[in-house]
């Protein structure tokens, strides 16, 4: 297999909103890079990135995947990105690796939640950005229309390249503006292309654009700027040099129209990919941090440069264990050495070096600056890790990704599964980083946390056909509390005889609530001895023991306090457990009189929709009691921000997605806790009781 040098690698990410046809158009440039020898579709499940049963079954991406081709001698490593919410941060992933982003929009649709979410992330990482107006072949296809909402998205600066030949079932080419020809090409889907003259009925529109497209590029820089004001325009190698520098700088981001499906338009495209979009050796050198002296420290993206390389996904393979997909950002990696993983500080025995086409891996030897690769088996190394020259160590910033918003309660389907949950989902924690595995202390559940519901049932696929691990799936239990609203004395009294020594214990005490938040307060204000010091702890332990099993409907009681203040002992029948069952009398006394309630966990809700639908969702949050705290523009978006209680909020993820077509996403984190409304707390209570047995549930 041949090894490419850092100037002939071009790294790129493809992202855009789901559903846009970024897996048709991977496989359509890497068929007409003869990476592959037929065109792979997504409906028939033949494409080389979506190959996951569960993608394959779904008919969607979820999960980042490697392939890569060759055009004019330069290897294209092309990052295929899922574009759905709940797999967004795939994206972020891919983009953290890459030197460019391919952004792709639908002919139809435009400019959608997910395409600018990731405009953000190119933009956080400061990568040049190439777009493409894909689906051209669609019925209400519009280049014009879908080149309007990108300028309203993302500037002026973005001008389009080449203008379609026809649109809908008429789509059959491009005119480019740069060479000023046309570009027909075949109907048999073979990619094979014929060059003529621009026709007539497109010349107007072609010199039109590529007048906008000169002023840009000449804006860029003030040399151009300078001849462009002498000359009234810029000649051919001036505009070539130009646009590569403006795009490279990202003061110009250009645009293509494409059919993957009918693979029309991917040659121009793969040779702006190769002409306009950076080289790792164009991108310079790379920064990280020397983890011994704590400084800021540079690599240069060249084969003789101490090595270093960036984990930037696991895939948990229950044949061949863990696969590592890495970049090379300097030096050269080898298979069959030793490396030295920094985070950690471990050496890494590496085997066999792999490319990856989808999940056909092809040894390679060795890895040089600035391509990508995977290795397998690696002990200690995961998603962030940098493994480095242990002699010139060095740490590159990890990908930050976000917090889940979703929890579900999982269980086995069998008592025996227990541990195989458990190291199964420690697998696909190191394969998906967002996930969340915790058990909640009061409820004893284990919750399986992940950006929306559909990420968590794809989890659970994947414990099923990969670990054969069957579970049930279940909205989580809601942690209610138990509070009190008034002030009251109670009085606790534990007396027993039963022949030999008795058990005696008496306590008073006073309970009042306390601000939110502050839990459980014990106050020892016995004076004279009448309750001897060290029975008091009993007292405390027998009320915190109370406390927890709550009064109303068995939640946790919090936010008061509890002041010791009487008593009475005898010296021979009191003990330490006479005084914790006289605690908890005494709680259970003065709780009655203290008018206890429930409280419930509200969350604070960012919600990012289109416009149209702010309305809709703002009515909605009214209806699941929720508290609006303002909405703000976002792009082309609106964000609302309220205060829910989470009990609406547990199917929200599916009913937001039918409400706005999948064109709206959310997140949310918890706030504060606040008292249930007195109408739903019979609910609760009778659910509470239903679930411990002590009352049969209403339908």
Same mark, same amino acid.
């Given at each position: 297999?041949?090894?490419y040098? +850092?100037p ?11 559903g846009?046809?970024?897996t ?16 792979g579709?997504?409906? /028939? ?9 569960d ?10 995947a490697?392939?890569?081709g060759?055009?004019?001698k330069?290897?294209v490593?092309?990052?295929d990105?899922?574009?759905y919410?709940?797999?967004l ?6 983009l ?14 435009g ?5 600018e ?18 689906r051209?072949?669609?019925e209400?296809?519009s280049?014009?229309? +879908? ?6 998205a993302?500037?002026r600066?973005v ?12 789509f ?6 740069v ?5 027909v090409?075949e ?21 039109s ?7 840009m590029?000449a804006?860029?820089n ?6 462009f004001?002498?000359?009234?325009? *810029? ?13 490279m ?5 250009p645009?293509?129209?494409a059919?993957?499906?009918r ?13 306009l ?5 164009d ?8 983890? +011994?002296?704590?400084?800021e ?6 084969a ?13 393979d ?6 590592? *997909? ?6 050269t ?7 030295y ?6 050496? /890494? ?5 792999e490319?990856?086409?989808g ?7 060795e890895?040089q600056?600035g ?5 397998a088996?690696?002990k ?12 010139h ?7 930050v990704?976000?917090?889940p ?31 969340r ?8 559940e284990?919750?399986?946390?992940g ?13 099923r056909?990969r670990?054969?691990v069957?579970v049930?799936?279940?909205?989580p239990?809601i942690?209610y ?8 004395e ?23 609530p306390?601000?939110?938040g502050?839990?459980?307060?014990f ?7 009448s ?16 406390? *927890?099993r709550?009064?109303?409907?068995g939640?946790?009681?919090?936010d ?6 009487d ?19 005494a709680?259970?006394?003065a ?17 990012a929709?289109?416009?149209?639908y702010?309305g809709?969702?703002?009515?909605d949050?009214?209806?699941r009691r929720?508290r609006?705290?303002?909405?703000e ?8 921000k ?6 609406e909020m547990?199917s ?13 996403s ?13 109408h739903l707390?019979?609910?609760i ?15």
């Amino acid at each position: 297999m041949k090894v490419y040098d +850092a100037p002939s690698i071009r790294n790129v990410a493809v992202v855009g909103h789901g559903g846009c046809g970024k897996t048709s158009l991977v496989s359509a440039m890497l068929f007409d890079m003869g990476a592959v020898n037929r065109l792979g579709r997504v409906d /028939e499940g033949t494409t080389v990135t979506d190959f996951d049963p569960d993608e394959v079954d779904r008919k969607i991406s979820l999960q980042c995947a490697l392939a890569y081709g060759e055009w004019k001698k330069n290897k294209v490593n092309l990052l295929d990105a899922p574009g759905y919410a709940n797999f967004l941060s795939e994206a972020r992933a891919a983009l953290r690796v890459a030197d460019a982003a391919l952004l792709v929009v639908d002919s139809v649709s435009g400019v959608e939640v997910q395409t600018e979410k990731v405009w953000g992330y190119a933009a956080d990482y400061e990568i040049p950005r190439l777009m493409v107006v894909n689906r051209m072949d669609r019925e209400r296809a519009s280049f014009l229309r +879908a080149l309007e909402s990108l300028q309203r998205a993302f500037g002026r600066a973005v001008v389009p390249l080449a203008i379609p030949l026809g649109e809908e079932k008429g789509f059959v080419g491009i005119a480019e503006l740069v060479g000023e020809k046309a570009d027909v090409y075949e109907s048999d889907q073979s990619g094979k292309v014929k060059t003529v003259d621009l026709p007539a009925e497109v010349q107007e529109a072609a010199r039109s654009w590529r007048e906008k497209l000169v002023e840009m590029v000449a804006e860029s820089n003030e040399d151009l700027m300078e001849a462009f004001f002498n000359d009234g325009t *810029l000649s051919q190698e001036d505009l070539a040099r130009g646009l590569r520098q403006a795009v490279m700088a990202g003061r110009v981001f250009p645009v293509l129209p494409a059919s993957s499906l009918r693979n029309v338009g991917i040659h121009p495209l793969l040779d702006a990919v190769c002409d306009l979009l950076p080289s790792p050796a164009d991108r310079g050198e790379v920064t990280g941090t020397d983890p +011994a002296k704590k400084v800021e420290t540079t690599r240069k993206p060249t084969a003789d440069a101490p090595l270093s390389a960036f984990v930037f996904k696991s895939i948990a393979d229950p044949h061949a264990g863990r696969i590592t *997909l890495f970049r090379v950002y300097s030096g050269t990696m080898k298979s069959d050495t030793t490396v030295y993983n920094a985070n950690r500080e471990v050496a /890494e025995r590496l085997g066999s070096l792999e490319l990856l086409q989808g999940k056909t891996q092809t040894p390679i030897l060795e890895i040089q600056a600035g391509d990508i690769g995977a290795v397998a088996k690696l002990k200690e190394t995961q998603t962030n890790d940098t493994l480095c020259d242990k002699a010139h160590p060095i740490v590159y910033p990890p990908v930050v990704y976000p917090e889940p918003a979703t929890t579900f309660a999982i269980e086995p389907k069998t008592r025996g599964d227990e541990d195989k949950i458990s190291a199964a989902l420690h697998r696909l924690m190191e394969e998906d980083p967002v996930l969340r595995v915790s058990r909640d202390p009061q409820t004893h559940e284990t919750l399986l946390s992940g950006m929306g519901q559909l990420h968590v049932e794809v989890v659970v696929g994947k414990l099923r056909k990969r670990f054969k691990v069957e579970v049930n799936l279940r909205k989580p239990k809601i942690p209610y509390r138990e509070t009190i609203k008034g002030a009251a004395e109670g009085h606790g009294r534990h007396k027993k005889q039963t022949g030999g020594h008795g058990q005696f214990g008496d306590c008073k005490i006073r309970m009042k609530p306390l601000p939110r938040g502050s839990d459980f307060k014990f106050v020892d204000d016995i004076f004279g001895g009448s309750i001897p010091k060290n029975f008091i702890p009993a007292v405390e332990k027998g009320i915190q023991d109370a406390r *927890l099993r709550g009064y109303i409907a068995g939640f946790p009681m919090v936010d008061f306090q509890v002041e010791l203040f009487d008593g009475q002992y005898h010296d021979v029948d009191s003990s330490e457990m006479s005084f914790k069952i006289a605690g908890s009398l005494a709680y259970k006394d003065a709780v009655a009189k203290c008018r206890p309630t429930i409280l419930e966990p509200v969350m604070k809700v960012e919600i990012a929709v289109p416009e149209e639908y702010a309305g809709a969702v703002m009515g909605d949050l009214s209806s699941r009691r929720g508290r609006p705290q303002g909405m703000e523009p976002r792009g082309s978006l609106q964000v609302i921000k309220a205060e829910v209680p989470l009990s609406e909020m547990l199917s929200y993820d599916a009913e937001l997605t039918s409400m706005t077509g999948a064109r709206g996403s959310y997140h949310m984190e918890m706030s504060h806790y606040d008292e249930v409304p007195s109408h739903l707390q019979e609910k609760i209570v009778t659910a509470s009781k239903a679930e411990r047995g002590e009352v049969k549930e209403e339908a």
